[in-house]
């Protein structure tokens, strides 16, 4: 079973530049995430998907964050403009909607922003 | 803020059992106790989870006190690449979503 696949893998931009992130999950899973690393801490959740709506978005910051997923499969992250603080890896992760609800993540896109 | 406490770091002997405590204090009675654990420059990784009865998968063992205000991660014969930050993460199975803490890494040690 192929698992969470992002890329790109690694970004390096300077402060007010933008940059998108894409995410593809597993075949099936209904319900996609987009988490916010910062070294030496443990991921925080941006932003929930079911299917193609929104159910959490309370930690996203709207004013430069922006997500979709389109048709309920694929979703990118976009960032416009880039801060210095927002260095960090941004994963991806998804589930079924199964009374385990076990998440699946992706490997990570590692962002630096100069 | 996430609703666990666990120990910044420990080490392991390879071949040796690594038990990782959690203190969950504040736990509620439909709340779960979810491990996972993150090798280096990968996504976090599913382990194990538990309502309030003992469980055992392939990858782990988790023990649960009786008042579930603590649990234990065993992982029965640590290798190298049990080397990892192990997260304990306490939610309702539907609905709440993951809060991660900084974890426990844990270096295990040849």
């Known amino acids: 079973e192929a698992g969470v696949a992002q890329s790109p893998r690694y970004k390096i931009i300077e402060k007010r530049q933008s940059v998108a992130f894409w995410c593809n999950p597993i075949?099936?899973?209904?319900?996609l995430y987009w988490y916010q690393q910062i070294l030496g801490q443990g991921p925080k959740l941006l932003i929930q998907?079911?299917?193609?709506?929104?159910?959490?978005d309370s930690q996203l910051p709207k004013d430069r964050f922006s997500a979709e997923r389109l048709k309920g499969v694929d979703s990118t992250l976009k960032i416009q403009p880039a801060k210095l603080e927002d260095s960090a890896v941004y994963l991806c992760?998804?589930?079924?909607?199964?009374?385990?609800?076990?998440?699946?993540f992706g490997p990570g896109t590692r962002l630096t922003v100069l | 803020d996430a609703k666990t406490t666990q120990p910044p770091s420990m080490d392991c002997a390879e071949g040796r059992a690594a038990n990782l405590p959690c203190n969950h204090s504040?736990?509620?009675?439909?709340?779960?106790v979810y491990w996972y654990r993150q090798i280096h420059s990968q996504g976090p990784q599913y382990i194990i989870h538990?309502?309030?009865n003992n469980e055992t998968n392939e990858m782990a063992s988790l023990i649960i006190t009786e008042d579930r205000k603590s649990s234990t991660l065993i992982l029965p014969h640590a290798t190298l690449r049990d080397t990892a930050v192990y997260y304990c993460?306490?939610?309702?199975?539907?609905?709440?979503?993951?809060?991660f803490g900084p974890g426990t890494r844990l270096s295990v040690l040849p």
């Open positions: 992760a998804s589930s079924l909607l199964t009374g385990r609800n076990e998440q699946f």
């Open positions: 075949s099936g899973h209904a319900t």
């Open positions: 998907f079911q299917n193609n709506g929104v159910v959490d």
């Open positions: 504040t736990i509620s009675g439909n709340e779960y």
């Open positions: 538990g309502l309030k």
């Open positions: 993460i306490v939610r309702v199975s539907y609905g709440q979503n993951f809060v």
